[in-house]
Structure formats: structure tokens, C-alpha cells
């Protein structure tokens, strides 16, 4: 097996998507992936063989790119200075930070006494020790475009998630000889400048690609050390097997199952693991679709396997070289095999990544932000106002209750709806005072609810004003909120009122 190597700079922001969890945001992965970057090299093969779809066609497009003969991994993050390159890979999860301390154990060698936490982050050695890698990000806001009217459709708005410009990643191809020298012969040893990932054609995703191998490396094998008959399989990448239906699966006993095929063994069993499970999805283009879903075991789950022989470490060290399981072209199921023991724990206390407050915002955009968190927090205020209900006891008669919340709704301003409630009966208020959660009676929430909802409010209001900045100078009416805050928990009141009844 050959490889070379090449070196990834982001010229513009990138986004490389990832599951979404929110659907005003696309979320961004922290590294490019493998099957982003066959998808540059195959459009920059066509382009310089001159090929024209359908490209499969051709029988070398075919072998190179479709039959897995070259594996693409995924470009990780890297830190150059001076000329050096610092690659990294993600943090085992066999190694996890003790919670509220900046202390890591190894909890395949180490006793677990106290309650641990797994970080995910990408780590590189210098100087002898291991060191967090920060990925810089940003959250950049836009406006959905109505195209057929050329404008901007009102109160339609997301998110992009995107790697900042200015860092660089590391990425590889390795394959047999012959595969990889068609390749280079192909494309040649030049930078590349291309475009990938989401939004390319806009202003995302901009990169160039510069080999750091002008000439082909031999992918050299590295010394498998079994201790006891036990070595820890760590995957560098996601990793997608199948259980014997043929799907996907990120069992455990699959995963035992699999390892026996791959090596023979029988007596091979996984001791220990520590494992994600990650949904893989993905976006062929020259489909215009997406692709059927995996579940696949997350970069950095562990496994810690036993009853290894001397004579397995040979199928190991191929299973190095070529990974394992399934769209290993692509990247996926790229795995390394170390001694867990010797794994130095890291040195550096964790900071959490903070994500930059959106840029070039205009003041429009920023009317439509407060307008929409009006809106949420609108809905907040009536699921409080539902829920607070519920703990009420001896609730008065739905005649006085709707008589206030018509008043209410009337009424424009609390100091004329407090003298209402100052010149209710006697028997309405004791009433209201019987009312009660333990905590308050009804009487003290329709007299005091504004102040008992003002704090929380101008909290959330002022919280967002600091992200979308201070030229946003409008006030918010608090009584509105306390308008729909009782008329909610008083009309709440009534139906569990008749419910009971």
C-alpha cells in the first residue's frame, strides 16, 4: 500500500454538514470528509481526462473511484507553524475527563471511583505531550430569498454553522501502486483551488489543496503490541459493519462477530468498549439526492479486545492499512491498534468552544429576530401559565373567573384592571384568596403578576439584545404578557374546574 499526502486551507468559511438538530441551524462537522473529498478529485480527474458523464463509463474512473481502490480519508485538523505540520486525530473515548476537574483517567486500565465525562475533541503530540486542537467556528445568519419575486421572504429565517477561514486540515489517499500512480499521473502534483461542501457556489467553501508528497510514500506498517493477549482497537474514523441481515448495526456482538470473521479467531472477544452510535446519511451529487441512512460506530469509540494470538497480529496490520467495514473509499472505518497503558493522558485543562455572535447583520434582520423571540416567548409564557394551573386547589366558580378574564381583556392598562380587582365584593375576594398552589394565592398573582413576570423577561429581552446588539431600542410591554399569562391560567382554571365537576 502507497499514499500521498496533501494539506487542506480554508480561503472562506466551510461548512461540511452535519446532523441537524435544529432546523434554523445546519450545523457543521469539525473536519472535511473523505467522501467531500473524492468528490473534489473525481471532478478534478474527469476534468483533466476530459470525460464526460455518464463517468462510470470509463473502466479506470470506475476502479479508482467507484470500486474502492483508492481510499480517501477524512482531512482532520492540522496546526503548521513554521513549516511543521501537527496532525491530530479525535480523543479515544477510553480517556474522559473526571467531572468538574481537569483531570482525564483511563478507564480501561484505571479504577472508576468517581463520575467521568466524554470529551470529544481532536488532540496532536508536541513537545512530548498531547494537546487540544480548537476548531474555530462561526453562526452566520441569513434571510430565506423568495426567487420569483427577487426579495427576501418576511420573517423566513436560518443559520450556517461554518469553520472559520485561516486553518488548515490534513487529508490522505493511499491505495495500491499502480491505482494511485494513475491518479497522480492524472492530476498531477499542483495546488488545487476548488470549492466543497455546502453552499460552495455562494460564499462558502473555498479551499486549496497543496500535496505534501510530490512523489509516492510506502504506507509503512506499524508495530502491533499485544500484551497479555489484549490490544485496544480505536477507531480514527466512523465505522459502518452489518449484522448478518445485511443492515447496519452498531451492536456489540455484531462487532465481535465481524472481528472473528476478519481474523479467524474464535477465541476473540471484545472485553470492553466505549462507542457512539452516529447516524450517517450523506448527499450524492451527481444523484441530486441524499443517500439511504447507516448507524455507525462514532470516531473515537473503543474497543478493548482479548484472547488475541501472535498470529493475528498479520490480519491486524492489514486491517490497519485497508480499514475495515463498509465505504472504507470514502473514509469510513479507518482503525488503529495501540496499547491502551501507553496512552498519555492530556496534560491541558478543556475550555469549551464559543461560537462568534453573528456577523453583518442588518437592522431589518436583527426586527425580525426580536419579532420571532417575541412570538417564542409568548408560547413560553402560556405553557407556564397551563402548568402553573394545574397546582392550584379550590378553584372558584368559572362565572368569576371568566368575569375577571373578560374584564381583562378589555382593559388596556393594569392600573385600570387593578382598581377592578380593588372593587370586587368581599365574598369574590376571599374566593380568590382560597385559591391557592401553597406557595400563592390567585388574589396575589392577578395583583402582583406583573412584577412576578416582568424579571423574567427583561432577563430574556436583555440577553438578546447582547447577541444582536444594542440598536435594537424597543420596549417591551410587560402587561401584554401578563394579559395572556392569566387570561391562559384563568381559562385553564375553568376547564379543570368543569373536568372535576
Not at 434554523?24 to 471532478?43: E, Q, W
Not at 448495526?249 to 452510535?277: H, P, W
Not at 373578560?406 to 380568590?432: C, G
Amino acid at each position: 500500500m502507497f499514499k500521498v499526502g496533501y494539506l487542506i486551507e480554508a480561503l472562506s468559511p466551510l461548512i461540511i454538514s452535519d446532523n441537524i438538530i435544529d432546523q434554523n441551524l445546519v450545523p457543521s462537522k469539525d473536519y472535511i470528509t473523505g467522501s467531500a473529498l473524492r468528490g473534489v478529485f473525481a471532478g478534478v480527474y474527469l476534468r483533466k481526462r476530459g470525460l464526460r458523464t455518464p463517468a462510470h463509463s470509463d473502466r479506470n474512473f470506475k476502479r479508482l473511484f467507484l470500486d474502492e481502490r483508492l481510499h480517501f480519508f477524512n482531512a482532520y485538523p492540522t496546526i503548521v507553524e513554521n513549516q511543521n505540520v501537527l496532525m491530530t486525530q479525535p480523543l479515544p473515548f477510553f480517556i474522559q475527563n473526571v467531572k468538574d476537574t481537569d483531570k482525564y483517567i483511563n478507564i480501561f486500565s484505571e479504577p472508576v471511583d468517581e463520575q467521568t465525562k466524554l470529551k470529544k475533541f481532536f488532540y496532536c503530540i508536541a513537545d512530548g505531550s498531547l494537546k487540544k486542537v480548537d476548531i474555530r467556528k462561526r453562526i452566520f445568519f441569513h434571510n430565506a430569498i423568495d426567487y420569483q419575486a427577487g426579495t427576501t421572504k418576511e420573517g423566513f429565517i436560518f443559520n450556517y454553522e461554518a469553520i472559520e477561514e485561516g486553518q488548515f486540515f490534513y487529508g490522505e489517499i493511499s491505495g495500491e501502486k499502480e491505482d494511485i500512480e494513475e491518479l497522480m499521473g492524472t492530476i498531477g502534483y499542483d495546488d488545487i483551488n476548488c470549492r466543497v461542501g455546502k453552499s460552495r457556489n455562494a460564499q462558502y467553501g473555498n479551499i486549496i489543496i497543496k500535496f505534501t508528497d510530490k512523489t509516492l510514500k510506502p504506507y509503512l506498517q506499524e508495530d502491533i503490541s499485544v500484551q497479555d493477549g489484549k490490544i485496544t482497537m480505536l477507531c480514527l474514523s466512523d465505522l459502518i459493519i452489518s449484522n448478518e441481515m445485511g443492515l447496519s448495526s452498531c451492536s456489540v456482538k455484531d462487532m465481535e462477530r465481524y472481528l472473528k470473521i476478519l481474523t479467524g479467531n474464535q477465541d476473540l472477544k471484545i472485553e470492553n468498549a466505549i462507542f457512539r452510535v452516529y447516524e450517517v446519511e450523506g448527499f450524492v451529487s451527481v444523484w441530486r439526492m441524499r443517500r439511504y441512512k447507516q448507524w455507525a460506530f462514532e470516531k473515537g469509540s473503543s474497543f478493548l479486545l482479548s484472547g488475541i494470538k501472535e498470529d493475528d497480529c498479520r490480519i491486524l496490520k492489514d486491517i490497519l492499512l485497508r480499514g475495515a467495514g463498509l465505504f472504507r473509499g470514502e473514509g469510513y472505518g479507518k482503525v488503529i491498534f495501540i496499547n491502551n497503558k501507553e496512552f498519555k493522558l492530556p496534560k491541558e485543562s478543556l475550555k469549551e468552544r464559543e461560537l462568534k455572535k453573528p456577523v453583518l447583520m442588518e437592522k431589518n434582520t436583527k426586527e425580525i429576530i426580536f419579532d420571532v423571540h417575541l412570538n417564542y416567548l409568548s408560547r413560553h409564557i402560556k405553557t407556564l401559565a397551563i402548568k402553573d394551573a394545574e397546582a392550584f386547589s379550590f378553584i372558584p366558580t368559572p362565572s368569576l373567573l371568566s368575569r375577571i378574564s373578560n374584564v381583562l381583556e378589555r382593559e388596556e392598562s393594569f392600573e385600570s384592571f387593578s382598581t377592578f380587582l380593588s372593587n370586587l365584593r368581599n365574598k369574590a375576594k376571599e374566593a380568590l384568596k382560597l385559591c391557592h398552589n401553597n406557595k400563592v394565592n390567585l388574589l396575589d398573582v392577578l395583583e402582583n403578576g406583573v412584577d412576578m413576570l416582568r424579571a423574567e423577561i427583561s432577563e430574556r429581552i436583555d440577553e438578546l439584545k447582547n447577541v444582536i446588539g444594542t440598536e435594537i431600542d424597543r420596549k417591551v410591554d410587560c402587561y401584554r404578557f401578563y394579559k395572556l399569562y392569566i387570561i391562559t391560567l384563568l381559562y385553564t382554571l375553568r376547564k379543570i374546574k368543569k373536568e372535576k365537576n
